[in-house]
């Protein structure tokens, strides 16, 4: 059901059984998958939205990136199936950069929180209230951001990761740990998030042995990653965390 007093740009394209709420904005360049809720006063532009999505009131997918060196080039927002988002959260939509915004399947973006231009959001990510993620961040699957989280540009963060509510985050996270703090420290593993998703007991060993090597063996980042590579070669979850820290530009997060 589509609202009387919805406005909806004719370019939009509107999937089946799509029901649009009182006053919602749809722009131009949007596309809406089977199934999706728009609440009332919800705005939409420049825009590829999945199926069964749900967008609450006042929630702002698709308008323009918040940085100066923005244009007016043709860039979108993209929201993968499943996801909600709610009350007043927004997701600019990409620069030049890379085109896009993307926020993946399953999400739950809480009231208030910001995706800014050209993030990375994986699937099944949970990002708390009043979070404020600045521009080409990389979130990987089932991270979870607890509230006032701040990430700051260029920032990634690996699978699995649980970030304590207030934290402030400047360096990447290496997959499968949870951090926080003022200038995030790493606080060991996500056992909870790990045990939730029913990771082999061996390998949750094997993630605990791997951190100590990293971090507690007093040896230089470079020669603990060669020696955890050489006991782990045949784990693939210690190898996500080897080949996530080689990967890093901005400096991995550490303990305290």
């Not at 909600?84 to 990409?94: D, I, L, M, P």
């Not at 950069?97 to 208030?112: D, E, F, R």
């Not at 061996?202 to 990653?225: G, M």
């Amino acid at each position: 059901m589509i609202h009387s007093t919805a406005v909806i740009d004719k370019s939009a394209v509107i999937g089946k059984d799509v029901q649009i709420g009182p006053y919602a904005v749809i722009g131009e360049d949007v596309v809406i998958g089977d199934g999706t809720i728009i609440a009332a006063h919800a705005t939409i532009e420049c825009a590829r939205i999945g199926k069964n999505c749900k967008i609450f009131s006042h929630a702002s997918i698709g308008a323009p990136p918040q940085d100066l060196k923005y244009a007016g080039e043709k860039t979108v927002a993209v929201i993968g199936d499943g996801t909600t988002v709610r009350e007043f959260a927004t997701v600019n939509r990409g620069t030049s950069a890379s085109g896009q915004t993307i926020v993946g399947k399953n999400c739950l973006l809480m009231t208030c929180s910001h995706v800014a231009h050209d993030c990375i959001v994986g699937n099944n990510c949970i990002i708390a209230n009043c979070c404020a993620i600045a521009g080409h961040v990389e979130l990987g699957d089932n991270v979870i951001l607890g509230g006032l989280t701040a990430i700051h540009q260029f920032v990634k963060i690996g699978k699995f990761v649980i970030a304590g509510g207030g934290s402030m985050i400047s360096m990447d996270i290496i997959p499968y740990t949870q951090a926080q703090g003022d200038r995030a420290k790493l606080f060991g593993l996500n056992l909870v998030g790990l045990k939730r998703a029913r990771i082999p007991i061996a390998e949750i060993e094997n993630l605990k042995h791997a951190y100590k090597i990293l971090f507690a063996s007093k040896l230089p980042l470079e020669q603990a990653v060669a020696k955890a590579e050489e006991e782990f070669s045949g784990s693939l979850y210690v190898q996500d965390i080897l080949t996530f820290i080689k990967r890093s530009q901005r400096g991995i997060c550490r303990p305290k």
